[in-house]
């Protein structure tokens, strides 16, 4: 059920139709917005490749799959729900679409709660997640690192 709400949230970012910027908007919104996007998406894109045939959509890990802490993993522990959290952020902000906003911030919740999640399932799967957890953060980076 999560997977779905995820993709629903997803779609109605990505697709529902908006009204230009107002004219009042600072141009520095819609230029951050922009600027998210595309970092955004290449977080997705190395992350999706760096898990390789052990990624899924379901928080529940594949039989077959192998821990992955280095890459990107060495800094974040979800980067794929940082790149999608930045890049429909980018997108909510390059638009100033309020809509776009509530549904990244029900996005971000939901990561969150489906991180957790998750974490118990890897915790069960590979004991060394848990030296992993305290070192990694699990949407940015630790600072003390």
Same mark, same amino acid.
């Given at each position: ?12 970012i ?7 910027p ?11 917005g922009?600027? %998210?996007?595309?970092? /955004?998406?290449?977080i997705v894109?190395? #992350? +999706?490749? *760096? &898990? ?33 959290? %930045?890049?429909?952020? /980018?997108?909510a902000?390059?638009?100033? #679409? +309020?809509? *776009? &906003? ?28 848990r ?15």
């Open positions: 059920m999560l997977v779905t709400i995820q993709f629903v949230l997803l779609a109605v990505f697709f529902l139709p908006v009204k230009a107002s004219p009042e908007t600072p141009s520095w919104i819609t230029g951050l922009s600027f %998210l996007v595309w970092p /955004g998406l290449g894109l190395v #992350s +999706i490749f *760096k &898990l390789g045939s052990s990624l899924t959509a379901s928080p529940i890990p594949k039989k077959d799959s192998k821990l992955k802490t280095d890459g990107l993993y060495k800094w974040i522990r979800h980067p794929i729900y940082t790149g999608l959290i %930045l890049t429909t952020l /980018g997108i902000l390059e638009v100033t #679409s +309020i809509g *776009k &906003l509530f549904f990244v911030a029900g996005l971000i919740v939901l990561f969150n709660y489906k991180a957790k999640w998750e974490e118990t399932f890897l915790l069960e799967r590979y004991p060394e997640y030296t992993y957890m305290t070192k990694t953060g699990r949407f940015v980076p630790r600072l003390n690192r």
